[in-house]
């Protein structure tokens, strides 16, 4: 891989994500306050003492972003690719042996389909332990049967291609049909979805929390401080623009990323390298 | 002027966009002139690339996607297309200029009856009033031998078949009553019985109504049969220009001679034809819908020779290929191969079994995984059957690129970067990797222009002459079977209608059929087409 081939769109990409990576790693380190340390008056202005201004109890914006982006980035990050890994697992396996395990993995996938994605999360997160791991898990779980349905679509046109054939002919086993023959061919949408996905797990870990059941306070999350501090907008106050300004940031640099990652494994294929 | 079009000089250019590269001007076409007088066929012919449809279309002075006529000029009547403003260009398309196009299912919208379709273009131009356009219609599907030309307009494009869908092409063209007709390879994806009777029909609409036309195909030998003049090209320049006699008999070109001469190959068949590797008997195969395919079929191979299994498309060929892979077990009948019964499934078989046979498909591109290099597709069967691996498996790959008279600067290239001739290849060598008794080819050769098919054919030859591997050649194209068969197969409708060695199976007395495939193919000498019209004795069905 040649540094210089790489788009400056991507570097941006790859600059806001490094950005926000650090900003979870060291946030202790960097965050002049406390994650739920109050330590001013309701949403003062930016400037001045605090950088971004305070929220609506009064503590540092800037250093809840910053924690913020910690609880963020992990949860809607392990939750998206715990969603990959499990939907594409599953409907690749669909794809490739067909019959009886397609169509139950398949009509079971419609099954989990069919019910509204809040109202199930609210039911079974309201039911579980309130656990960071168990709200990752079920955010996976929920995400996983969209990545079903793209996964066995794309899975399936290359399942029919004479080299798949030509492995089978060979006598290589299921793991090797779709980890080497079909995944390579398959990334270029995956990826795709995957910034997408990545996107719509912040918005739906947002979602969550402001209803109670996602990031329990004090603990910071971009979502949930949006939530926190919408009623401001009503009096001019920019505070809940700021996280949501950092929700949209993270999505874009993501979504660079992808976009240059897809032109570089469409290339090889010797398809159109601009599509 | 006596010349109804004239192309003078004519540069064609168009703009590449390499991926990871900065675009660039390629020029597609190069100081090509030609004419052509009225109510005379001029033949393009070339390889793929050789830039013949682009020519033919600037008769209507169209680039297709992102092509450009940069240079020459375009003569009709006396008139240069190329300074035409795009309002009067529209009046010569489709009015004075018409096009028939390769695919004719493609090119006819599914949604409108063929009658309205094929008058259409002289309607929109003003050219004849809807009673005159009909009368024309009707007269142009008697020329062009059309089934029940009364109501064949009334019928929808999935309603006739492939060689009916092409005359009615032809008819759509000819409606306008146009001074000139482009025909970019009419007949290239019909069927070899289909295309002599479409072949025919467009010699007779073109007589009778006295237009010009441009024929292009990459097939000499039809073009020998329908053309005034023969235009060569190669890598979008003018190789040879001269009339039809001069080209076939007396070529001056090199290139253009190795085309003459590209089907001249002949192998001697094997004498001793008993020791047998592959026995297949009484094979009856049907589709999970219950469709039969495959009927009683019974054949055997010998070692180290060559099977050919001859048939128009959907005679079972390619379905009985896939039977002794074991990728449709059959319902009846049974196969054995070096004396022992084979499996039907492929699932029961063993990897040594299944390392024994090996395939060639007739796509290279979709037979290859395009994210996998030369190396690695060459390298996994080693690595699967043999357990080769770090430079025990680079030396055999190596070893067997050089056998495909490629060589190791290639081992890392992705299919992508390879040329279709390339491709099929380095198929073969996949299919080498596993040192197989048996490689079945399912028409490897059909994809690729003559001259490169040649060679994949005396690469396949000189490989069973090294490692005495058996073939069973599925193809088309009687031409292949009697440059590398021993033994010949002629399937029809899912029957092995012939079965025997080469010199027996190809020669008279023959069976209905037999004879209908064996004057099919079109042959490089002129006047074929009439003969071969007065003699046969069985009209071919499908057409």
């Known amino acids: 891989m040649n540094l210089r081939s790489i788009p400056l769109s991507a570097w941006i990409g790859m600059a806001g994500i490094a950005f926000a990576l650090i900003c979870a790693l060291f946030a202790p380190l960097i965050a002049p306050y406390g994650e739920a340390q109050i330590v001013g008056s309701v949403w003062e202005p930016a400037g001045g003492t605090f950088l971004l201004g305070t929220d609506n109890l009064g503590r540092d914006l800037f250093s809840r972003l910053i924690f913020g982006a910690r609880t963020t980035i992990f ?149 949930g401080m949006v939530k926190d501090n919408k009623d401001g907008i009503i009096f001019g106050i920019s505070a809940a623009l700021i996280p949501g300004g950092a929700i949209a940031g993270l999505a874009i640099c993501v979504n660079l990323v992808v976009d240059w990652l897809m032109k570089r494994t469409s290339s090889l294929k010797g398809g159109r390298g601009d599509g | 002027m006596a010349d109804l079009l004239s192309v003078r000089d004519l540069k064609i250019e168009a703009t590449s966009y390499p991926p990871g590269e900065r675009p660039r001007t390629v020029t597609l076409v190069e100081g090509v002139s030609f004419d052509v007088e009225k109510g005379k066929v001029l033949g393009l012919i070339g390889e793929s690339g050789a830039g013949k449809s682009t020519i033919g279309l600037t008769a209507l002075a169209y680039g297709r996607g992102g092509v450009r006529i940069t240079g020459g000029e375009v003569r009709l009547n006396g008139e240069d297309l190329l300074k035409l403003s795009p309002g009067g260009i529209r009046k010569v398309r489709g009015a004075k200029v018409c096009y028939v196009a390769q695919s004719a299912a493609a090119a006819f919208n599914p949604a ?29 599907f008697r020329v062009l031998g059309l089934p029940n030309p009364e109501t064949f307009g009334q019928r929808y ?11 009615a092409m032809t008819a759509m063209a000819l409606c306008p009553n146009p001074e000139l007709i482009v025909f970019d390879e009419p007949t290239t994806a019909l069927d070899v019985t289909t295309q002599i009777d479409v072949l025919a029909a467009i010699k007779h609409a073109i007589e009778e109504t006295g237009t010009a036309a441009i024929y292009i195909t990459h097939d000499l030998a039809v073009v020998a049969q329908i053309t005034d003049d023969i235009l060569v090209l190669r890598h979008g320049k003018m190789v040879e220009y001269g009339s039809v006699q001069q080209i076939i008999e007396a070529p001056q070109a090199e290139y253009t001679r190795a085309l003459v001469n590209v089907r001249g190959t002949r192998s001697e068949e094997a004498v001793d034809q008993s020791d ?69 499934a492929l699932k029961k078989r063993s990897n040594d079994e299944l390392r024994r046979i090996q395939m060639i498909y007739q796509m290279a591109d979709t037979a290859m995984n395009p994210r ?26 190596n070893e067997l690129l050089d056998q495909i008279e490629m060589g190791g600067q290639f081992a890392d290239r992705y299919p992508a970067e390879l040329s279709g001739g390339q491709k099929q290849r380095v198929a073969i060598a996949r299919a080498l990797a596993a040192r197989p008794e048996l490689i079945l080819c399912d028409e490897p050769t059909s994809a690729l222009d003559p001259l490169v098919a040649e060679g994949i054919l005396k690469l396949l030859l000189k490989l069973q002459e090294e490692t005495h591997v058996s073939y069973m050649f599925i193809t088309h194209d009687i031409a292949i079977v009697r440059a590398i068969a021993d033994s010949v197969a002629v399937m029809h409708r899912g029957r092995v209608v012939r079965f025997g060695p080469k010199s027996k199976a190809l020669s008279p007395p023959f069976d209905d059929y037999t004879d209908l495939l064996l004057k099919s193919v079109p042959e490089m000498e002129i006047g074929w087409l009439e003969r071969v019209l007065k003699t046969r004795r069985m009209e071919s069905a499908g057409n």
């Open chain 2, 157 to 167: 494009p999935h309603q006739v078949s492939g060689g009916q869908l092409q005359r």
């Open chain 1, 75 to 223: 949860v809607a990050l392990a939750a998206t690719v715990l969603s990959f890994s499990l939907g594409m697992l599953l409907s690749f396996t669909a794809a490739v042996t067909g019959g009886l395990i397609d169509q139950t993995f398949s009509r079971f996938n419609d099954l989990m389909m069919a019910i509204p994605t809040l109202i199930f999360a609210l039911v079974v997160l309201a039911v579980l332990p309130q656990q960071l791991w168990i709200l990752i898990l079920v955010m996976a779980v929920l995400d996983s049967t969209r990545v079903y349905r793209i996964g066995r679509a794309v899975a399936l046109d290359v399942a029919v291609m004479e080299f798949v054939e030509a492995a089978r002919l060979r006598g290589e086993g299921t793991g090797w049909i779709i980890f080497r023959e079909i995944l390579p061919n398959t990334l270029s949408p995956l990826l795709a979805e995957f910034g997408l996905r990545f996107a719509f797990s912040i918005l739906f870990l947002s979602t969550l929390s402001f209803l109670g059941l996602g990031i329990q306070p004090p603990a910071a999350d971009w979502g």
């Open chain 2, 112 to 140: 409108h009856r063929l009658g309205e379709q094929v008058i259409e273009a002289a309607l929109r131009h003003g050219v004849m009033t809807r009673a005159e356009a009909e009368e024309r219609a009707l007269y142009l």
């Open chain 2, 372 to 397: 996998q290099t030369v190396r690695e597709i060459i390298g996994r069967p080693l690595t699967f059957y043999y357990g080769l691996r770090g430079k025990e498996k680079s030396a055999r790959v």
């Open chain 2, 276 to 344: 047998t590797l592959l026995q297949v008997e009484n094979i009856t195969a049907n589709y999970s819908n219950g469709f039969t395919v495959l009927h009683d079929v019974s054949l055997h191979l010998p070692k180290g020779q060559t099977l050919a299994i001859v048939g128009e498309s959907g005679s079972g060929k390619s379905t009985l290929a896939r039977v002794i892979t074991g990728l449709l077990p059959p319902r009846e009948g049974t196969i054995s191969f070096d004396g022992k019964p084979l499996p039907k």
